[in-house]
């Protein structure tokens, strides 16, 4: 029956703690530094803070059950997550495929850290994804892509790289494990971001790597034990306690995103609309294969940046943010942060509020 659960069930089982009468439902955070020490010098479970952290394994255990994986580790931010892996994966001499219509940062640290290094980084658009991993060591791919929302096929890209040794690794932040699963479709690790729908409050930084293959894994910790990029045990109990609430919270964001997708393609000021969950969506067949979830995320064109402004300011329930997956419904203009996309694309990030209320209140802001 486990695996039949829905995933509100499924979130709350895994940040139960153990049934152990007299001991909090709730486990607290344990902010530490050092341990004790035992005369028997081999290496203990718990030594050091930046090694190990009891609120660490919880929330790790918690983010691999989600996942579909025998491991997870968590990050201090899903950049930290990302580049760790990077650094693991892409050496001097092999050839890294990284989205070139995905999250900005990721394509600035390959140019200007892993390139140098003698890697060769190629930018390479969703559509493309699948041929450029014929002939690449290491493919990081992002779908649905941000803030684009293309989809790659991942099945398709899995069995490309398998078939030439490549390693697959799947940003899985937009859609959450809750809404995809690119482990069970073939990818070797995920990456993520947790600070966005997983923790969901906007109040805390975190990222996640996850996967099935120990050695990997296993060469992940000891990047994050050597570069110290760990995850405060505040910051960890914080998303633990978001995690629990993270089905009923992602279901809401995406049938209000659904919502809205469909009141602004029928607006006469939107130009265009993405969102995978449309029927006419140039992702949408590739998503419905894939996904169990089309995601809180939906963009659209207005005609210039000052319409996306004037949105916002007409709006009473919107919040200009650049994060996304919160409880708050929030819009970001994407080319202020240099993305290839014209001046009045917005990225919106659905939040928890009442369907009919959020609609509403757009739709008037927009005119």
Known sequence: ???????????????????????????????????????????????????????WRQLESALAALEGATTALSFGSGMAAITAVLRVLAGPGTALVVPADGYYQVRRYAAEYLAPLGVDVREVSAADMCEAAGSADVVLAETPINPTLDVVDLHR???????????????????????????????????????????????LLAGYVAGNHPEHMAAVERERLLAGAILGPFEAWLALRSLGSAGLRVERQCHNAMAMALMLREHPVVRSVRYPGLPDDPAHQVACHQMKRFGGLVSFELADADAVHRLVARSNLLVAATSFGGIHTSLDRRARWGDPVPAGFARMSLGIEDTDDLVSDVATALG
């Open 157 to 203: 890209l899995a069995m490309t790289c398998r078939s030439r040794g490549a390693t697959l690794v799947v940003d899985n932040t937009a859609s959450t494990p809750l809404g995809q699963q690119p482990l069970s479709l073939g990818a070797d690790l995920v990456v993520a971001s947790a600070t966005k729908a997983l923790s969901g409050h906007g109040d």
């Open 1 to 55: 029956m486990t695996g039949q659960y829905g995933d509100s069930t499924r979130s709350v089982k895994a940040v139960a703690s153990e049934h152990v009468p007299g001991q909090p439902i709730a486990s607290p955070p344990v902010p530490v530094s050092a341990y004790h020490l035992s005369a028997d010098e081999s290496e203990p479970l718990d030594s050091y803070g930046r090694s190990s952290n009891p609120t």
